[in-house]
């Protein structure tokens, strides 16, 4: 079964920094991209970032734009999610995501077909 693993959330200080990881683990599974969503208290879980493998790049929700940074290994289906300037709105639930195909509207939930659990991250003020 393919599963995705989150880690490296946690408590931070706002400016601080954190690096989330994701990898997948289990049956081996080809992706044609990977992404992070979060989901704070009482709200809609929102895009963050994304990348595609097939070298279109990477995209960011606006709110993250020059501070946070997507990486990733094809060939590991591991995706890195670099926090910087980590401000109090940014405290969610972040999740994982991978796509089976291409994804056409890569900031669409629908678009990924593998979830990770989840990793908390606070940032106090």
């Known amino acids: 079964q393919e599963q995705l693993v989150e880690s490296g959330g946690g408590l931070v200080q706002a400016g601080g920094s954190l690096r989330l990881s994701c990898a997948a683990s289990?049956?081996?599974?080809?992706?044609?991209?990977m992404g992070w969503f979060r989901q704070a208290p009482g709200k809609e879980r929102e895009f963050v970032a994304a990348?595609?493998?097939?070298?279109?790049?990477?995209y960011y929700a606006d709110s993250v734009k020059g501070r946070f940074t997507i990486s990733g290994d094809r060939t590991k289906n591991t995706v890195y999610l670099q926090m910087n300037s980590l401000k109090p709105e940014d405290m969610a639930v972040y999740y994982c995501a991978a796509a089976s195909r291409y994804m056409a509207r890569i900031r669409g939930e629908t678009e990924y077909d593998y979830w990770g659990q989840g990793t908390q991250v606070t940032v106090s003020s």
């Open positions: 289990g049956r081996t599974f080809s992706t044609y991209g």
């Open positions: 990348i595609r493998w097939s070298g279109d790049g990477t």
